[in-house]
């Protein structure tokens, strides 16, 4: 068989249902998403039985969409891509189930797909319209994945050989968002509404602690969480508390340890390319803090369009290509 130009993406990993076509793993000719954020907001997080009842539902319609908008049909395509892991099971199963299906009665081969890896292959795919990928020579690499789920670092030799340096040891990045948000009255999600309060509470006066997990590349956030729940506890009625400023010490403290571990892991392996991926890398804070300390030690940091940060199918049929 000959290699797969145009590929049929699909990804449930979580409760985003997600179907794109790319060509030669770069040019993305549609990207559809469908999502059940507002179906989870009111228990202040995904629940899974909900996040795959609303897959089921919309799985068909969004691999339907993804062909209109390329304008193709199912002959069209050279492959199909779905996630494999990591994920909620339930999710995980209609996105399977519904892409293995599709592959044997069209006969078209079906390539699994790493979840995580491909929040890294996000920087190289290319939407219409939008600023130029990170050029696919610009391997080797440090990938760092942030999301509600993982916070990852990975060493990237290339597409097929990835080396885990590090993980989170309890909560992921964007859970402690989620759950420090909680804490704060915030709402769910948590990340954006943090980010921009954030940018209205800066001060240096509040610190909350950090576990720097010295000599490892893992990474720790729930001490700094429950540390916002003890300030504020003892400090909410004061006149002088301010939810913004909580907020900014909060970013703040996580996106430090998120930019000095990433920073050095690419001096130990003397690599000058750093990938970002995953939901956290929309925000604004740990951006601007990459982008300005990644520029002082030489090293050029990439992230997704903001629409290719959150869970996306393009990234999983842009990585597909690259399979073997």
Request: proline share 4%; with cysteine.
């Amino acid at each position: 068989m000959k290699h797969p130009r145009t590929i049929l993406g699909i990804e449930t990993s979580c409760d985003e249902t997600a179907a794109a076509i790319v060509k030669d793993g770069v040019a993305v000719l549609s990207n559809v998403v469908a999502t059940s954020l507002k179906d989870h907001a009111q228990f202040g997080g995904v629940i899974p039985e909900i996040a795959s009842r609303r897959q089921i539902e919309y799985i068909h319609w969004v691999v339907g969409e993804s062909l209109s908008k390329a304008q193709m049909t199912l002959k069209d395509i050279d492959a199909i891509a779905v996630t494999r892991s990591p994920g909620l099971i339930g999710s995980l199963l209609v996105g399977l189930s519904f892409a293995r299906g599709l592959s044997r009665a069209t006969h078209k081969p079906l390539i699994e797909i790493d979840h995580i890896r491909a929040h890294l292959y996000a920087n190289y795919v290319q939407l219409p319209q939008a600023i130029p990928a990170c050029p696919l020579k610009r391997l080797p690499a440090v990938g760092l994945v942030v999301s509600g789920g993982h916070s990852s670092l990975f060493f990237v030799k290339d597409f097929n050989n990835y080396k885990l340096l590090g993980v989170t040891r309890d909560d992921a990045a964007g859970e402690a968002f989620d759950k420090v948000a909680r804490i704060l009255g915030l709402g769910y999600p948590g990340g954006p509404v943090i980010d921009r309060l954030a940018g209205q509470g800066i001060n240096h006066e509040i610190k909350f602690p950090q576990a720097p997990l010295s000599g490892t590349y893992d990474f720790s956030f729930s001490g700094t969480k429950t540390a916002v729940l003890y300030y504020t506890q003892k400090n909410k009625n004061k006149a002088d508390y301010s939810v913004a400023q909580v907020a900014y010490a909060f970013q703040k403290s996580v996106v430090d340890v998120l930019v000095t571990k990433s920073l050095h892991a690419c001096r130990r392996l003397g690599v000058n390319t750093l990938l970002v991926g995953g939901g956290v890398a929309a925000n604004s804070a740990l951006r601007a803090s990459l982008q300005a300390e990644a520029k002082l030690q030489g090293v050029d940091v990439f992230f997704p369009p903001m629409s290719l940060c959150l869970d996306n199918a393009a990234m999983i049929a842009g990585l597909a290509f690259h399979s073997r």
